[in-house]
């Protein structure tokens, strides 16, 4: 199933197969995914051909500066025939979000995703309104330094496992993908090869995943070296700490093992913990880098043997 996974958004997000490998490791491991790029690379395109694969329900929030938070999470409608307030589902109430250009909303806006992503409900006017299993929020956005953004909170960016970069295709891409537009190739063509209940059986065996006591350290020693680096302002917190275990277990499991080996958590930290830390103003000054910092702090960490 994982195979006809990889098979059916290849053929149509091409020449990314490291990042379709990390959008299903966060479908493994229950997460949600931040897609930072320049317009026009296949954010979209990599979002709704993953929903397009799955038999499950869709929905899209195309963020713009007018984009109100009932929009998205619903809102309380007056029936006059009953007397009494109705809840209007939201778009949120879908199993698959597409959450496009999320930057480009108020901050207000963007904080009606917050209780959605960490507990899988909503609250309307006083009531608790949970949101059908499984639920993923895939969302986009163009880099901070674009006009017309609203950077995300630090408490809505840690509630991402993975924050991903596409970056610009091959010469081969482009030409592949031209060919496919002037044959008629469009995502009105995917099939869905699983459904909610298959993504709902692979997390359970995901979970099921053993990990070992030297390897819960190992993982906790990165996260410590995050907070003792004097480069960060901001060191990755507890969520990430379990995020990171989450992510190498489905990591593991795509590999196709039933335990996690240090690799498969090399193999996930840096996409799980670059978002979540952030640098002083000294460090930014002196033009550090995160994703140099952090393979550093990552390849310093003992490495557990046995």
Same mark, same amino acid.
């Given at each position: ?62 963020? #713009? ?13 007056? !029936?006059m025939k009953t007397g009494e307030f109705e809840y209007r589902e939201g778009a949120v109430m879908r199993q ?52 017309? #953004? ?29 060919? !496919? ?32 006591? !030297? ?13 003792? +680096? ?6 990755? @917190? ?16 795509? @590999? ?14 840096? !996409? ?9 103003? +000294? ?12 393979? @550093?702090?990552?390849?310093? +960490? ?5």
């Open positions: 199933m994982l195979n006809k996974l990889r098979e059916t958004i290849g053929s149509y997000f091409i020449g990314k197969s490291e990042t379709v490998e990390d959008l299903l490791t966060c479908l493994l491991a229950g997460g949600h995914v931040l897609l930072e790029d320049v317009p026009g690379v296949g954010k979209t395109t990599l979002a709704k051909t993953l929903a397009a694969s799955l038999n499950c329900s869709f929905g899209r929030i195309q963020f #713009t500066p007018d984009t109100l938070p009932g929009d998205v999470v619903g809102l309380s409608v007056f !029936n698959i979000i597409l959450a496009d250009e999320i930057n480009r909303t108020s901050p207000k806006t963007q904080a009606a995703l917050l209780e959605a992503m960490a507990e899988g409900q909503v609250s309307v006017d006083g009531q608790v309104f949970k949101l059908p299993d499984p639920f993923m929020v895939i969302a986009t956005q163009n880099p901070a330094t674009f006009l017309g #953004t609203y950077p995300l909170p630090e408490a809505q960016i840690d509630r991402f496992m993975m924050k991903l970069s596409l970056g610009y295709p091959s010469k081969e891409t482009e030409e592949t993908l031209a060919r !496919n537009m002037l044959e008629g190739k469009t995502l009105a063509d995917v099939k869905p090869v699983c459904s909610a209940d298959d993504v709902l059986r692979l997390r359970r065996e995901t979970i099921a995943v053993h990990v070992e006591d !030297n390897i819960l350290a190992y993982i906790s020693g990165i996260i410590t070296r995050t907070r003792q +680096e004097k480069r960060f302002a901001l060191g990755a @917190s507890p969520r990430a700490f379990l995020d990171l275990t989450k992510a190498s277990q489905a990591k593991a499991y795509l @590999s196709g093992r039933d335990f996690v080996k240090p690799d498969d958590v090399k193999a996930v930290a840096l !996409n799980t913990l670059h978002h979540r830390v952030i640098l002083t103003p +000294e460090a930014k000054i002196g033009h550090e880098d995160t994703d140099r910092i952090l393979p @550093s702090l990552i390849l310093t +960490e003992t490495v557990p043997t046995a």
